[in-house]
């Protein structure tokens, strides 16, 4: 997950170019969790109506070094629950040790490295070890870009259909158009190749937009909820699976 060029000091913080798949080592330094957790209500999962199941599991796409997962597990719960358990993964594996090494909470959240991109039988193997179809919540926040700069408009949609499969409720924040730019600017800058698919993408200008069009037309999801943007002017957009 990362930041733009745009978002206010992020240039001078990090060079965002060297990690072309949002894989920052120092990324919750000037992305802190509270940027997020302060729109998400305590409360979400009671909302969902999560309570009363044997298992409750959350998913954390694109986790970095977890400091976010590990804050809105203590966010979303009052105390530790085995009954609640989060998995976050990264295709970092040094980020998911790091993950890994400072994680208070062993018996309630489990990090493991994997490319969503690539395979999805590991999250598919973990639900049903667990007796569950779907995850009842999952976040996916600033992890979009990434995915569609290196895998391009087809790339992005089978995130999207793969997210909402593996999902009861999904949590999006996605990258706003200004962010791609900045991204590939910061790339040659670096004096690295350009993202294959950045000259050839179709799908631009309001990206949040295009996401929840695609999820409501084609992944029989409902948008449910604004939580309102964040201050990278980055909206948490929350959509649940339509009933049957």
């Known amino acids: 997950m990362a930041a733009c060029g745009d978002d206010g000091g992020s240039e001078s ?17 000037f992305n802190e969790p509270k940027n997020r957790l302060s729109l998400i209500p305590p409360t979400l999962l009671q909302d969902l109506g999560c309570e009363g199941n ?22 979303l719960l009052q105390e530790p629950d ?31 490295p994997l490319d969503v991109t690539e395979d999805s039988e590991q999250l598919l193997d973990y639900l049903a070890q667990r007796g569950c179809s779907r995850f009842h919540l999952t976040v996916c926040l600033a992890v979009t870009m990434w995915v569609h700069l290196n895998h391009g408009d087809s790339g992005l949609l089978r995130l999207l259909s793969r997210l909402a499969d593996l999902s009861q409720n999904l949590l999006l924040e996605a990258q706003p158009w200004k962010c791609y730019r900045s991204a590939a600017r910061r790339l040659r800058k670096l004096g690295r190749t350009d993202f294959d698919h ?39 957009l929350l959509f649940r699976r339509r009933p049957t």
């Open 82 to 112: 085995t009954n609640v358990h989060l998995l976050g993964f990264d295709l970092d594996q040094t980020l998911i040790e790091q993950a890994r090494k400072s994680n208070p909470l062993p018996a309630s959240i489990t990090f493991i």
């Open 13 to 29: 913080m990090i060079h965002s170019g060297a990690a072309p798949y949002g894989n920052f080592i120092n990324y919750y330094t």
């Open 54 to 75: 044997p298992h409750t599991l959350l998913l954390d796409v694109g986790c970095n070094s977890g400091e976010l997962s590990i804050a809105l597990y203590k966010h």
């Open 198 to 236: 950045f000259k050839t993408l179709n799908i631009k200008g309001d990206i949040s937009q295009h996401a929840t069009e695609y999820l409501e037309g084609q992944c029989d999801m409902e948008l449910v909820q604004n939580f309102g943007s964040t201050t990278w002017d980055r909206r948490l």
